[in-house]
């Protein structure tokens, strides 16, 4: 399983979006494109994130951008992982 089709598969579990990922592509917008992805969902994102990838995120880290699609998310996680 490659970095992206796991963060999706989190994604669909902090979200509760079920099936709905399997549509989801680098392109697919978070931030302002998915009705559950509020503020609090970032939140979750976050740690579900920190936890399954043994990751440490912090404060100044975390910004829109990173949020913005699945691929700038999945990017992130890519780059934390190799740093």
Request: hydrophobic share 45%.
């Amino acid at each position: 399983m490659t970095t992206c089709e796991e963060v999706k598969r989190l994604l669909a579990e902090v979200l509760q979006l079920g099936d709905r990922v399997q549509r989801f592509d680098r392109t697919t917008v978070l931030m302002g494109g998915l009705p559950e992805f509020d503020s609090m969902a970032v939140i979750s994102v976050i740690a579900a994130l920190e936890e399954h990838f043994a990751l440490t995120i912090e404060d100044d880290e975390i910004s829109a951008e990173i949020f913005a699609t699945v691929g700038t998310l999945c990017d992130f996680v890519e780059r934390k992982l190799v740093g």
